[in-house]
């Protein structure tokens, strides 16, 4: 897609269906995120050492600590690995293993029916985390093959610690979850105002291609996007909040506008629930898997 750049698209970008990256300068190579099971990491390896025409990767990225960007780590341990710190304590923490994937949701529940759906489509035989050899916070300039790649750390935003990637020689940017293009963004951990400084940071470095971490290939108008949706959906929640609404009446008032006809609208409820725990910390917020319920119960997409 750019010189040296590749991109590992995983259609169509939907739950867990995230993207990773290849970056060849001089004879070594960068790998962007790992993918989400065992069949796709096995797969990118052999993709990434095929395009790169070498036989071995030397260093590797992971954007956030979700595990569709991590969790084929297993098939890069012999590589230097990278996240910001924040990420690598998620990781770490493990917080959602996917070898019990299947077991989550109870009887009859949309959660039920997408945790099956998970089960199906991901592989995990085998399967071992591999956590990062290297982190860091702000920033952190990484050599390869005689040019650079810079790592920036914009959490948290998406998740607790994200990390964008600039190959500033091929003006390509990988954003990981910062940016999903042509489908709903989630902003877990919030603030939302810092994941719309992170658009911002991407939109600074002005690339001609813009890797999301979900969804195709994008250009600086994709990022525009997403940034105009965030911005619309805090001052939405802002108003809500200052009129004493609850979080789930936020939710069925946001009007997305132009942007309700992306993949997974009703993700919007996430992102709605990270501005409340922000700014009404002393509310009982719903947990994780009433979140994802409501979520799921209007995923028509
Ligand atoms: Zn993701």
Redesign the pocket.
Same mark, same amino acid.
């Given at each position: 897609m750019a010189p040296g750049c590749s991109v590992w698209f995983e259609p169509p970008g939907s739950w867990g269906l995230?993207n990773s990256g290849v970056v060849k300068i001089g004879d070594e190579v960068l790998v962007v995120d790992t993918q989400n099971d065992v069949t796709r990491a096995a797969a990118l390896r052999a993709a990434a050492l095929g395009v790169a025409g070498t036989d071995s990767v030397t260093t590797v990225v992971n954007t956030h600590d $979700?595990g $569709? !960007?991590w969790f084929g780590n297993m098939f890069f341990d012999d590589c230097r690995i990278v996240a910001t710190a924040a990420a690598a304590d998620g990781m770490r923490a493990l917080r959602m293993d996917p070898r019990r994937l299947s077991e989550l949701g109870s009887d009859g529940s949309a959660l039920q029916g997408w945790s099956r759906w998970r089960a199906e489509t991901f592989s995990y035989e085998d399967w071992r985390p591999v956590f990062p050899t290297e982190t860091f916070d702000d920033a952190l300039t990484v050599k390869l093959g005689g040019g650079t790649v810079e790592l920036i750390g914009v959490g948290p935003a998406h998740t607790g610690g994200d990390a964008l990637v600039h190959v500033p020689e091929a003006g390509v940017v990988f954003t990981g $979850?910062i940016v999903f293009h042509r489908s709903t963004p989630i902003v877990w951990a919030g603030p939302v105002s810092n994941t719309i400084a992170a658009c911002d940071a991407v939109l600074a470095l002005e690339p001609s291609v813009i890797v999301p971490? !979900?969804g195709p290939v994008a250009d600086p108008a994709g990022v525009r996007e997403v940034r105009t949706y965030l911005a619309r959906l805090l001052e939405h929640t802002l108003g809500c909040l200052e009129r004493g609404a609850g979080p789930e009446q936020a939710y069925r008032t946001f009007d997305a506008a132009e942007y309700r006809l992306w993949a997974h609208a009703s993700r919007a409820y996430l992102t709605i629930l990270s501005v409340y725990a922000e700014h009404r910390p002393d509310l009982a917020l719903p947990t994780w898997a009433e979140s994802m319920e409501v979520v799921l119960a209007d995923d028509a997409s």
């Open positions: 995230s $979700d $569709d !960007h $979850d971490g !979900h």
